[in-house]
């Protein structure tokens, strides 16, 4: 009898003991990962959110070690981390729910794939482990409805609105001076990235001078509400008296809460402009040093040269000071935003996100690609497998999950040249191809007074 309870004791040690239980135990102890996105099918523009709930044994001895979750043709922006506890199987887990805002900017399937976490818990306390978790796959779909196929471009939110200021640099305005059209859109439920550029169209009489935008995305609220924010401006400089229209600026928009087309409306405006330019005044001084500061800020070697001549001709009329400092801070106001700058900012660059922000920004200033000055719109007019290969892996270098490292600044950049001088020579040609009329040389027998006559040496 005794006997057969020592047996029966040795097969229960035994069974403890096994391989089988302390992997059942070892699994039990293993942190726990969930991910989910909803929703799968969303409107072009609109967020769908991404949530990673991650649960340790015991719990986390350091935050964990998260991807940017960066999607191509998407933005991403996290939204709230929550910390959240579970039990299991008697045993106590601790973690974090974390959410993240996926926005796609165009029609297609889009994944959240190939991700990894770092996790760092207690296991046994004080000992702690550090493992690595794959994340689970996930996607959803992005769609433009039917009733806004037409709308391009394409723009979804919740609210918009369009707002306009004009700032003039004198109150009677007189050839020489400037007034500066401001055109700021704020959004809901959409990033500023997808906002669209309201238009300055050229108007004969004004030399216009179009700023970089400035886009703003930020929360508000407790609930943490996105609102975007794209500001446009453009200085027109008043080069002929008379009277100037600016046109209204509709944005159309497609409304998500109605499902209905919107439009948002600034009202035109218009300024006139008088014969010659202002001499002398309080107004006049002012808006002369304004100008100085802003030479002395940008390029002080110039400034320094604009000193240095006020200085050694006191006898010049204001009128003339004046001008030369209108025709200097107009040189330097069109090189601010020109094209060779834009390019030797892109060339300046270093980091690949640095990198793709300035060759937008030059595409945009970049008149030989005519309207479509996009990524796509380069690529199509040189034709250059090379060129296409080292975007490529620069997009890939900002969006892929794991960077390949195809991306070489150097090699980018010696593409991008090479494309600028072709297109350049191409536009070039094309201006000076000028087809003459027909029947300008018409085509018959020579004139009997000049037929047969011998050129002048």
């Known amino acids: 009898?005794?006997?057969?309870?020592?047996?029966?004791?040795?097969?229960?040690?035994?069974?403890?003991?096994?391989?089988?239980?302390?992997?059942?135990?070892?699994?039990?102890?293993?942190?726990?990962?969930?991910?989910?996105?909803?929703?799968?099918?969303?409107?072009?523009?609109?967020?769908?959110?991404?949530?990673?709930?991650?649960?340790?044994?015991?719990?986390?001895?350091?935050?964990?070690?998260?991807?940017?979750?960066?999607?191509?043709?998407?933005?991403?922006?996290?939204?709230?981390?929550?910390?959240?506890?579970?039990?299991?199987?008697?045993?106590?887990?601790?973690?974090?729910?974390?959410?993240?805002?996926?926005?796609?900017?165009?029609?297609?399937?889009?994944?959240v794939t190939d991700q990894k976490i770092r996790i760092r818990y207690a296991a046994e306390p004080p000992a702690t482990r550090e493992v690595e978790v794959a994340l689970p796959k996930v996607g959803f779909e992005a769609f433009i409805p039917a009733a806004a196929a037409g709308l391009r471009p394409f723009v979804s939110?919740?609210?918009?609105?369009?707002?306009?200021?004009?700032?003039?640099?004198?109150?009677?305005?007189?050839?020489g001076d400037a007034v500066t059209r401001k055109i700021t859109i704020t959004a809901q439920g959409t990033p500023a990235m997808l906002l669209p550029p309201?238009?300055?169209?050229?108007?004969?009489?004004?030399?216009?001078?179009?700023?970089q935008p400035v886009l703003e995305d930020k929360a508000v609220g407790r609930s943490g509400d996105a609102v975007a924010t794209r500001i446009d401006a453009a200085t027109y400089m008043l080069e002929g008296a008379g009277g100037y229209p600016l046109p209204a600026i509709d944005v159309r928009w497609f409304d998500v809460t109605t499902g209905k087309i919107e439009t948002a409306h600034a009202e035109g405006a218009s300024f006139s402009v008088a014969g010659g330019a202002v001499s002398g005044g309080s107004?006049?001084?002012?808006?002369?040093?304004?100008?100085?500061?802003?030479?002395?800020?940008?390029?002080?070697?110039?400034?320094?040269?604009?000193?240095?001549?006020?200085?050694?001709?006191?006898?010049?009329?204001p009128r003339a000071v004046r001008a030369f400092t209108v025709a200097v801070w107009r040189r330097r106001t069109a090189y601010l935003h020109s094209e060779?700058?834009?390019?030797?900012?892109?060339?300046?660059?270093?980091?690949?996100?640095?990198?793709?922000?300035?060759?937008?920004?030059?595409?945009?200033?970049?008149?030989?690609?005519?309207?479509?000055?996009?990524?796509?719109?380069?690529t199509s007019a040189v034709q250059d497998p090379a060129l296409e290969r080292e975007i490529g892996g620069l997009q890939e270098e900002l969006f892929a999950a794991v960077p390949a490292g195809r991306w070489s600044r150097r090699a980018l950049m010696r593409r991008i040249a090479s494309?600028?001088?072709?297109?350049?020579?191409?536009?070039?040609?094309?201006?000076?191809?000028t087809a003459l009329p027909a029947g300008i040389n018409p085509v018959g027998q020579a004139s009997p007074a000049f037929g047969h006559r011998r050129i002048t040496r």
């Open 283 to 317: 107004a006049d001084r002012s808006w002369t040093w304004r100008n100085v500061i802003v030479i002395i800020a940008d390029n002080w070697p110039a400034a320094l040269a604009v000193l240095a001549a006020a200085a050694g001709l006191p006898w010049f009329a």
């Open 419 to 433: 494309a600028r001088r072709a297109l350049r020579r191409q536009s070039r040609r094309d201006r000076n191809r």
């Open 157 to 175: 939110a919740t609210k918009l609105t369009v707002e306009q200021s004009l700032e003039r640099s004198s109150e009677q305005l007189r050839v």
């Open 340 to 378: 060779n700058r834009a390019f030797r900012r892109l060339r300046a660059a270093r980091s690949a996100a640095t990198t793709y922000s300035r060759l937008l920004a030059w595409l945009q200033r970049f008149e030989p690609l005519g309207n479509d000055k996009t990524i796509a719109g380069l």
């Open 1 to 111: 009898m005794m006997s057969s309870k020592l047996i029966a004791v040795a097969i229960a040690v035994a069974v403890a003991l096994s391989p089988q239980a302390g992997g059942a135990q070892d699994r039990a102890s293993e942190p726990i990962v969930r991910m989910t996105v909803e929703p799968q099918r969303v409107v072009v523009g609109q967020p769908s959110t991404l949530t990673i709930e991650l649960l340790a044994p015991n719990y986390m001895t350091a935050p964990p070690e998260l991807p940017t979750f960066q999607v191509r043709n998407a933005v991403t922006r996290q939204l709230t981390t929550i910390n959240i506890n579970e039990r299991h199987d008697d045993q106590t887990y601790a973690g974090v729910r974390l959410e993240f805002a996926i926005t796609p900017q165009e029609e297609g399937a889009y994944a």
């Open 198 to 211: 309201p238009a300055f169209p050229d108007i004969e009489g004004l030399r216009k001078y179009a700023a």
